[in-house]
Nanobody
Framework: QVQLVESGGGLVQAGGSLRLSCAASGRTFSIYHLGWFRQAPGKEREFVAAISWSGGRTYYTDSVKGRFTISRDTAKNTVYLQMTSLKPEDTAVYYC?????????????????WGQGTQVTVSS
């Protein structure tokens, strides 16, 4: 089992920045990739960004490219999502997820473990 705990959410004005953190514990040696998803009220959970745990290859959805940066610190078993130039449409609950095997990292099916989520609210 892998446990994931997100932190760093909050309220920010449009154009501002936030950094989300996701600390992994448990059988972290089994992690192949880590991702961030988000879910706005009344909408489906959507992919935001992902990173391979060993090689650091990154993936982003088009709407956040150039604004968000995913990174990881393997020594701390932590993945980060640096969010800049935030927009009101970025408002959502952000979830961290971990996948154990080689699967498409841009889909929810690619993940085995999920965190509880952290709220990000961007005011206009």
């Amino acid at each position: 089992q892998v446990q994931l705990v997100e932190s760093g959410g909050g309220l920010v004005q449009a154009g501002g920045s936030l950094r989300l953190s996701c600390a992994a514990s448990g059988r972290t040696f089994s992690i192949y990739h880590l991702g961030w998803f988000r879910q706005a009220p009344g909408k489906e959970r959507e992919f935001v960004a992902a990173i391979s745990w060993s090689g650091g290859r990154t993936y982003y959805t088009d709407s956040v490219k150039g604004r968000f940066t995913i990174s990881r610190d393997t020594a701390k078993n932590t993945v980060y999502l640096q969010m800049t130039s935030l927009k009101p449409e970025d408002t959502a609950v952000y979830y961290c997820a971990a996948g154990r095997v080689v699967r498409e990292p841009r889909g929810k099916d690619g993940y085995d473990y999920w965190g509880q989520g952290t709220q990000v609210t961007v005011s206009s």
